[in-house]
């Protein structure tokens, strides 16, 4: 199975910048999308962003123009940098993969905790 492992996260003041990584236990250059999902306390798990083997992005309406994500095949790992961080993206963050217009595939981990305080 494909392990993930998902790191970077932190505790920041409101307008700073965190760099989150997912690390995955074998080759991401066959994956046709990886993600970077969140959930916040209460709250359903929630489709951050998306990027495709062919570097195609895809963000939700509350991260545009500020989170940017990435893949580095040669690390196996993708990225996902936050910028102008708001305490409304306080949450954990995980990450998975997933055929195009598929369901998750990989069992999800225990995410990477991201608070921003006001």
């Known amino acids: 199975q494909v392990q993930l492992v998902e790191s970077g996260g932190g505790l920041v003041q409101a307008g700073g910048s965190l760099r989150l990584s997912c690390a995955s236990s074998t080759s991401i250059s066959t994956f046709d999308t990886m993600d970077w999902y969140r959930q916040a306390p209460g709250k359903q798990r929630e489709l951050v962003a998306s990027i495709t083997s062919g570097g195609s992005t895809n963000y939700v309406n509350s991260v545009k123009g500020r989170f940017t994500i990435s893949r580095d095949n040669a690390k196996n790992t993708i990225y996902l940098q936050m910028n102008s961080l708001r305490p409304k993206d306080t949450a954990v963050y995980f990450c998975?993969?997933?055929?195009?217009?598929?369901?998750?595939?990989?069992?999800w981990g225990q995410g990477t905790q991201v608070t921003v305080s006001s």
């Open positions: 998975n993969v997933r055929r195009y217009f598929g369901p998750a595939l990989a069992y």
